[in-house]
């Protein structure tokens, strides 16, 4: 089931949309080997594993949608060629985005009904490098590896694209001009949402507050904004509370569990989207 951005502004307008959890944590208790990966060269790599598990891979979909999920993210977050690049895998990166687009889109259409529609948010992570921080890349071989990776999610059949975990507004820039060329090219524009990461000090790892980062994109056309792991839910809510005020979008939250406690022990979340309020993961 396809949607477009006007039916996913009337839903987010009429109820709190619930976003799926991580992947990672769900992958580890699977206890996979090298060989599940694709060999030793590549364990480790978990966007991998849409071509060499997707049975895997899919099964973690349907899971999160039997939870009761509206939204799953696809196997993505690592999935631009420049992220590719350090498994030898960057000439996959268009075949791996489209195909895990697929498997979440397989999972949101056995789950689908005219009373609870369910979609697929293309994973588009921070990559490893921040024009920013850590420099090592330019503003335009951003968007050359955004568009790689965006090219092979809408091929898939992704209904929203989810540029998230963000730490360096210059690199959602280049996302974003990515995504811009991407619709223009194909002749489909798709929702799409930021979600940063704020660090215990206040702000994303380059330097901008949650404030900073609402007014440098005000000029884009969004469909939410917000923020998502970083230090768990109990010191995200003033910045989310900023985004709130300053946003003309919806805002999505997803915390991770936060830092452990004195035990050692992470606390759960949930997670939402909402036209006033976040998104929770659980």
């Given amino acids: 089931m396809s949607i477009n951005h006007k039916d996913l502004k009337e839903l987010v307008s009429e109820k709190i949309l619930v976003l799926d959890g991580a992947m990672g944590t769900m992958l580890q208790q699977r206890n996979l080997t090298a060989q599940d990966f694709g ?10 594993l849409v071509l060499t598990r997707p049975d895997v891979i899919l099964d973690i979909h349907r899971k999160y949608f039997e939870a009761g999920s509206d939204i799953v993210e696809t196997n993505t977050f690592g999935a631009t060629p420049l992220v590719l690049a350090e498994y030898n895998l960057s000439d996959k990166a268009f075949e791996i985005n489209q195909k895990a687009a697929e498997l979440a889109r ?19 992570g921070p990559t490893t490098k921040s ?4 420099g090592g890349v330019t503003f335009q071989e951003l968007i050359h590896h955004f568009s790689i990776q965006i090219e092979g999610l809408i091929a898939g059949g992704t209904d929203l694209l989810l540029i998230e975990t963000c730490q360096d507004t210059r690199n959602i820039k280049a996302a974003l001009i990515a995504a811009q060329n991407t619709f223009q090219k194909l002749g489909r524009h798709l929702p799409v949402i930021v979600s940063g990461t704020i660090e215990p000090m206040g702000t994303m790892l380059a330097g901008q507050a949650a404030d900073a980062l609402v007014v440098s994109l005000s000029h884009a056309p969004l469909f939410a904004i917000g923020l998502n792991c970083a230090t768990g839910p109990e010191f995200m809510t003033d910045h989310i509370r900023t ?26 979340t949930p997670s939402i989207l909402s036209k006033t309020g976040g998104t929770f993961r659980r």
Avoid: M
């Fill in 243 to 268: 985004i709130h005020e300053l946003s003309p979008w919806a805002v999505s939250c997803y915390p991770n569990a936060g830092l452990p406690n004195e035990d050692g022990v992470y606390l759960e």
């Fill in 39 to 48: 060999g030793a060269d590549l364990e480790g790599c978990n966007e991998n």
């Fill in 106 to 124: 397989k999972a949101a259409q056995e789950f689908s009904t005219t009373q609870k529609p369910r979609f697929v948010a293309g994973s588009i």
């Fill in 131 to 134: 024009i920013t921080v850590t």
